[in-house]
């Protein structure tokens, strides 16, 4: 076969993208999206969390909460945590991964509420994802909004780490062996052996809304070809999060338009 | 005023229990608090009401310390090492590494807050809820029904 190796790749992106599009109507066992957390369970709510957050009323204001805290602190008695309590800023918090908060927060209710807060959340939301939405205010704080986004990144993840690890033998559409073919085609797979891709994906962004969330990223197929864009769009249903579209398309890396107009 | 490598302006301070300390004014310097009352005039001893002779102690050798690093007697990296091995190692309920973070914050030393505030980070990271609670102290206050529920509003963390 003489095509260009350019040209298999974007074969290729077009089989992911009729692929994933097919992958999206999967429903029922044997499905690998990721089990729920309890988190995510519920349809209405994007996670548990958000009742509780709203419930304790998780104080955007620090200074309030730091004054209703130090009330709890002197009735309840000292130890150094509780002096520390009062004291806990932000940049104190700052230092604890979302694992250490989450800890934290579970050990007692004055706890609860200094490592639920909000600004808190906000920033290592930053440290862990990006600035880029720092003009945006998630309905239900930052904690949620950042178990949610956490969740997303975390299945995309996934979804590209099966690719990579099992390749395509795991998904038996028997009825799609047009694209099957295509796709073993593009990646010169033998029948029989279920040569995983070597993706590597790079610049992951999520925008997570309470029923649809998109993600952003640059995938890098092998050393010798430019990086996708691909974005991933998902919704939410009966408790979990599906792919419903896929997008990829190839950055331009020579200017050169012939090429890419081939699948429009 | 001139600061040379002999200068050997000291100061007094006076920890919470009684105890008296001498350190040098350019090393007490790395509290903004005792700037403040030195840059005021204000007559030693300086009193620190909420820091205790022991946390004192620690605090002052590890403000000689800094200050030998800044006139070149000993290297960043020694400096480093000691600070996460002598001052801030124990992972001991209610360890060096509180005591130092809550005097850290009342004398407002912005350098030691961040080392203590990294080195309990760095204890808790692997612990158990229950062993947060031992190393800070701190008492299980929820009920039963309250306790599961946060536990289950904080799973998706621990996957």
Redesign the interface.
């Known amino acids: 076969m003489d095509a260009s190796p350019f040209l298999l790749i974007a074969a290729g992106a077009t089989a992911i993208c009729c692929f994933c599009a097919l992958w999206a109507l999967r429903l029922g066992p044997g499905s690998f999206f990721r089990k729920p957390?309890?988190?995510?369970k519920s349809p209405t709510k994007l996670?548990?969390?958000s009742c509780?957050c709203a419930d304790e009323e998780v104080a955007a204001d620090g200074e309030e909460m730091a004054a209703e805290v130090e009330r709890q602190g002197a009735a309840?008695g000292s130890?150094?945590?509780?002096?520390?309590v009062p004291?806990i800023t932000t940049?104190?918090l700052?230092?604890?991964?979302?694992?250490?908060l989450?800890?934290?927060?579970?050990?007692?209710?004055?706890?609860?509420r200094a490592a639920n807060d909000d600004g808190a959340w906000k920033a290592l939301y930053h440290k862990d994802f990006t600035v880029e939405q720092d003009s945006i205010n998630p309905s239900n704080g930052w904690k949620a909004y950042y178990?949610s986004t956490?969740?997303i990144i975390?299945l995309n993840a996934e979804f590209y780490n099966i690719i990579r690890e099992r390749g395509i033998l795991l998904f038996p559409f028997h009825r799609y062996n047009a694209v099957m073919d295509s796709w073993f085609l593009a990646f010169n797979w033998g029948q029989g052996g279920g040569q995983g891709l070597a993706f590597h994906i790079r610049d992951v962004r999520a925008r997570v809304l309470s029923e649809m969330a998109w993600v952003t990223m640059k995938a890098y197929v092998d050393v010798d070809s430019g990086p996708f864009h691909v974005t991933n769009v998902y919704e939410f249903h009966n408790g979990r999060w599906y792919m419903v579209h896929h997008h990829s398309s190839v950055i331009l890396m020579n200017g050169d338009p012939g090429m890419l107009n081939f699948f429009g | 005023m001139e600061t040379s490598t002999c200068s050997k302006k000291i100061v007094q301070l006076r920890s919470s229990d009684g105890q008296l300390f001498e350190v040098d004014e350019e090393a007490a310097m790395s509290s903004e608090i005792l700037k403040n009352m030195i840059e005021m005039g204000m007559p030693s001893p300086l009193p620190l009401y909420e820091v205790d002779a022991t946390t004192l102690a620690m605090i002052v050798e590890s403000w000689n310390r800094r200050l030998q690093e800044k006139r070149g007697e000993i290297t960043e990296a020694e400096l480093e090492r000691w600070e996460e091995e002598e001052l801030l190692k124990s992972k001991e309920p209610d360890g060096d590494a509180i005591c130092v973070l809550l005097a850290a914050n009342y004398l407002e030393d912005e350098h030691l807050i961040d080392r203590a505030g990294e080195a309990i980070a760095h204890h808790i990271k692997d612990m158990t809820v229950e062993e947060v609670r031992d190393y800070f102290e701190i008492e299980n206050d929820f009920e039963r029904e309250e306790e599961e529920k946060v536990f289950q509003q904080n799973a998706w963390a621990f996957h």
Request: glycine share 2%.
């Open positions: 957390s309890p988190l995510i996670c548990g969390c509780s309840a130890s150094m945590m509780e002096q520390l004291e940049h104190a700052s230092y604890l991964d979302y694992t250490s989450c800890r934290l927060s579970m050990t007692n209710s004055a706890m609860r178990a956490k969740a975390s």
